[in-house]
């Protein structure tokens, strides 16, 4: 029998069977883009995010999708956008985020995924969050400019469970690749 996750925000009610987690790169001081693009070319962290996205649902903002210019293949892509006239090859389009976390949750749940993936960016994460069970942050060990940014998230509410150092070539700072799972009520 399939347990439902039961999650509302402002946004609306949500409620998922399959659970939403988000996956991010973020430096000291929580900046993840600059100017529509990544602020670091981090080769290891571009294959973590292959390896852990695979087949699995992915929900992702207009602009992180414009930065990345195509449907990432193997994985049902949702953009969420306020624009009608969006629509792009590949994409399946969405002009809210509980619209886009539904269809994400029907496919998943049929393709079996085992969970729902938000991609970002900032503007996305910050309304997702409530809907998160789990987070796939890899920490960047720097602090650099950007003008878009992880939302703080309330650590009490957060349990790291797991922790791995990634491993930088010369000249690239460090970073951990690290989960956190939200403590349940
Ligand atoms: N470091 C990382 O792991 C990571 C991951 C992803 C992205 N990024 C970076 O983050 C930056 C992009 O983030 P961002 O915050 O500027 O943009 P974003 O979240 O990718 O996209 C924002 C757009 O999403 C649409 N949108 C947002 N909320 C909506 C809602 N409630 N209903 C309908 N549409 C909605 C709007 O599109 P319209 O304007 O079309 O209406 C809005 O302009 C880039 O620099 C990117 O490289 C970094």
Same mark, same amino acid.
């Given at each position: 029998?399939?347990?439902?996750?039961?999650?509302?925000? =402002?946004?609306?009610?949500?409620?998922?069977?399959?659970?939403?987690?988000?996956?991010?790169?973020?430096a000291k001081n929580r900046v993840i883009g600059v100017d529509g693009k990544l602020p670091w070319y981090l080769p290891e962290d571009l294959k973590f995010f292959k390896r852990i996205?695979?087949? *699995?649902?992915?929900?992702?903002?207009? *602009?992180?999708?414009?930065?990345?210019? *195509?449907?990432?293949?193997?994985?049902?892509?949702?953009?969420?956008?306020?624009?009608?006239?969006?629509?792009?090859?590949?994409?399946?389009?969405?002009?809210?985020?509980p619209a886009a976390l539904e269809l994400a949750d029907q496919h998943a749940t049929i393709?079996?995924?085992?969970?729902?993936?938000?991609?970002?960016?900032?503007?996305?994460?910050?309304?997702?969050?409530?809907?998160?069970q789990r987070l796939y942050i890899t920490e960047v060990d720097i602090e650099v400019e950007g003008d878009a940014t992880f939302p703080d998230f309330d650590p009490s509410e957060w349990q790291e469970v797991q922790r791995v150092a990634? =491993?930088?070539?010369?000249?690239?700072?460090?970073?951990?690749?690290?989960?956190y799972e939200r403590i349940a009520d």
């Open positions: 029998m399939s347990q439902r996750n039961d999650t509302s925000n =402002q946004n609306g009610a949500f409620d998922s069977l399959v659970p939403v987690a988000m996956i991010v790169a973020m996205t695979q087949a *699995k649902p992915l929900v992702m903002g207009r *602009k992180t999708y414009a930065s990345i210019g *195509k449907p990432l293949p193997n994985r049902l892509n949702v953009v969420v956008t306020r624009n009608a006239e969006f629509s792009h090859e590949g994409v399946r389009v969405c002009h809210d985020l393709e079996a995924a085992e969970e729902i993936m938000v991609m970002g960016g900032g503007e996305i994460y910050r309304q997702a969050l409530p809907f998160a990634g =491993q930088p070539a010369e000249g690239q700072p460090s970073y951990d690749f690290v989960v």
